[in-house]
């Protein structure tokens, strides 16, 4: 994905939500396996609940594994702004995730910054993108741990 594509995904609701929209038919469609810029990775569909609609939100998310805890990380691909998704787990943090063929709810817990700082180089190591992510923006992205209830 080039960064004028990244551009029109951070700008264009309607660009980000059919970009979402493919990629989430794909996961369901192939057991949780997707292509393009995701392929090979590991991909799972969260469900949040809205923050100010109370509405259920669908985002597909990609997650490492590091230190045997689940982790997502709010990049927005290194954009200035956080992700929606961010929003609605630190206003309700439980949350409903597809992994592969399985789905079940889960705890969500924010990592507090020195949980964050020791654990972002650890994340970057299995994910390089996530160095450049960081490094595009002023702001600290969040990590999230996801723990089965």
Avoid: C
């Amino acid at each position: 994905m080039t960064e004028i594509d990244k551009q029109k995904l951070y700008s264009d609701t309607a660009a980000l939500d059919e970009f979402n929209r493919n990629i989430v038919e794909e996961f369901r469609a192939n057991g949780g396996k997707v292509g393009g810029p995701f392929e090979g990775g590991t991909l799972l569909l969260l469900h949040t609940t809205g923050a100010k609609s109370g509405k259920t939100r669908l985002s597909p998310l990609a997650y490492l594994t590091i230190d045997g805890k689940m982790i997502i990380v709010g990049s927005y691909a290194g954009a200035p702004k956080h992700p929606a998704w961010v929003h609605n787990l630190r206003a309700n943090p439980k949350a409903f995730i597809e992994i592969g063929t399985e789905a079940y709810d889960v705890d969500v817990r924010e990592l507090p910054d020195d949980e964050r700082d020791v654990t972002y180089p650890k994340l970057t190591e299995l994910a390089p993108v996530f160095a450049e992510y960081q490094a595009n923006t002023s702001r600290a992205i969040p990590l999230f741990e996801l723990t089965r209830a």
